[in-house]
Antibody
Framework: EVQLVESGGGLVQPGGSLRLSCAASGFTFSNYAMNWVRQAPGKGLEWVSGISSTGYSTYYADSVKGRFTISRDNSKNTLYLQMNSLRAEDTAVYYC???????????????WGQGTMVIVSS | QAVLTQPSSLSASPGASASLTCTLRSGINVGTYRIYWYQQKPGSPPQYLLRYKSDSDKQQGSGVPSRFSGSKDASANAGILLISGLQSEDEADYYCMIWDGSAWVFGGGTKLTV
């Protein structure tokens, strides 16, 4: 069964850091690009970051550039999102999403995890 | 002005058809882009429905019924998700998305009530 399971969410103070993980199973993780997408409570979807299958290419939304870092460990079938200098507006459910190809540009997000909640509050 | 604009809500009756629009900002030509559509039900992650650029460049998501289809209205500069034979289970939020060359952009979503 193809599965994506996020973890690492929680409550963090403004200015703090958090590292999210997304464990993949049921498919050859190293063949596919991956993304992080977030959804603030009661709001719509916002793309956060993407990474190619090899990890060599990464992209970020302007809202997180310089604060968040996406990475992957293909030997562990795991995607990561290191989040630093967190702000209240980063509060959201964070989803990892698999791309139906090795390059994440202009390809569908064909599988999503259940998400992990991040709350930034003092 | 947002890159992608979707009506916040739409209501339709069971068995009828619903046309959900995704209007691109002026100056961005809908003909250039693949439009991706996602469905999200309360408490669940989004699910991929389909993508549409043209009749020769389209893709249906795995297991997605054929009553979900995509098209474009060039005169309105909009992508369209058409849902025919509406069922109660189609009640959900629907999001459109495009790749602008360096970033993914989502529309604000449409809440469909059946």
């Amino acid at each position: 069964e193809v599965q994506l399971v996020e973890s690492g969410g929680g409550l963090v103070q403004p200015g703090g850091s958090l590292r999210l993980s997304c464990a993949a199973s049921g498919f050859t993780f190293s063949n596919y690009a991956m993304n992080w997408v977030r959804q603030a409570p009661g709001k719509g979807l916002e793309w956060v970051s993407g990474i190619s299958s090899t990890g060599y290419s990464t992209y970020y939304a302007d809202s997180v550039k310089g604060r968040f870092t996406i990475s992957r460990d293909n030997s562990k079938n795991t995607l990561y999102l290191q989040m630093n200098s967190l702000r209240a507006e980063d509060t959201a459910v964070y989803y990892c999403a698999k791309v139906d190809g090795s390059w994440f540009g202009d390809r569908a997000f064909d599988m999503w995890g259940q998400g992990t909640m991040v709350i930034v509050s003092s | 002005q947002a890159v992608l604009t979707q009506p916040s809500s739409l209501s339709a009756s069971p068995g009828a058809s619903a046309s959900l629009t995704c209007t691109l900002r002026s100056g961005i030509n809908v003909g250039t882009y693949r439009i991706y559509w996602y469905q999200q039900k309360p408490g669940s992650p989004p699910q991929y429905l389909l993508r549409y650029k043209s009749d020769s460049d389209k893709q249906q998501g795995s297991g997605v019924p054929s009553r979900f289809s995509g098209s474009k209205d060039a005169s309105a500069n909009a992508g369209i998700l058409l849902i025919s034979g509406l069922q109660s289970e189609d009640e959900a939020d629907y999001y459109c998305m495009i790749w602008d060359g360096s970033a993914w952009v989502f529309g604000g979503g449409t809440k469909l009530t059946v």
